[in-house]
């Protein structure tokens, strides 16, 4: 039997999650196009690339965890590992250095298939999780409603600020309020997973 605590910081992972990928999924294409100015065609070539890409990371990374040793078990100790890592690399993407057009389209590359890898690497383990924090099914069941809420709630969070938080902290800048934006944000994510390893165990 799993307690509050236990449920809760399951369902953490998942809001830190969503924190970033959220963002990702619902401003990164326009921020791409229209704050940082690469070329649509460019990003659309970008996304179907590393999409791709995922396809095959995505076993990879379930074979690394399988094999996986250490006092924490299999999956918990990477939610541990890239924790910061994912909240750092969300701070990266929003940042615009001053570089030329090739500049430009070599650091989209290279900071989204970064982060895209330090996303496998955090996701894959902490869906997996769940698998060995209980045997009792009646128990998963109520750490997935945890999970769904806190995601439903860190959606709803995200969708309604992102924006608003932008304009505010940049002000009048969208390049600058987007970078402090994803700050705060990937402090949160960080977090969320942080209090997610400490609050569960394999």
């Known amino acids: 039997k799993l307690s ?17 990928w959220s963002v990702l999924a619902l401003y990164l294409t326009w921020f791409y196009t229209d704050v940082y ?8 070539t970008l996304f179907l690339v590393i999409r791709i890409f995922d396809a095959f990371i995505d076993p990879l990374m379930g074979a690394v965890c399988d094999r996986t040793k250490s006092r924490w078990g299999k999956f918990r100790p990477w939610l541990l590992w890239m924790a910061l890592p994912f909240g750092l690399g969300a701070a990266v993407m929003f940042t615009t250095p001053d ?15 970064v982060m895209s890898m330090i996303y496998t690497a955090i996701n ?18 109520g750490c ?10 860190a959606t709803l969070i995200v969708s309604s600020a992102i924006l608003p938080l932008a304009d505010w902290l940049g002000d009048g ?10 700050m705060i944000m990937g402090g949160a994510a960080t977090l969320m997973f ?4 400490s609050s569960i165990k394999e």
């Open 194 to 197: 942080l209090f997610c390893f």
């Open 99 to 113: 570089l030329s057009m090739d500049g430009k389209i070599l650091y989209a590359w290279v900071t989204y298939l």
């Open 37 to 44: 100015g690469l070329d649509a065609g460019v990003v659309g």
């Open 4 to 20: 509050l605590r236990e449920k809760v910081g399951y369902g953490m992972g998942d809001a830190g999650s969503c924190m970033i």
């Open 144 to 153: 997935l409603s945890w999970r769904f809420f806190l995601n439903g709630l």
């Open 173 to 182: 800048n969208r390049a600058s309020g987007f970078q402090m934006t994803m």
């Open 124 to 141: 894959i383990p902490y869906c997996s999780v769940a698998g060995v924090i209980t045997l009792n099914q009646k128990e998963r069941m």
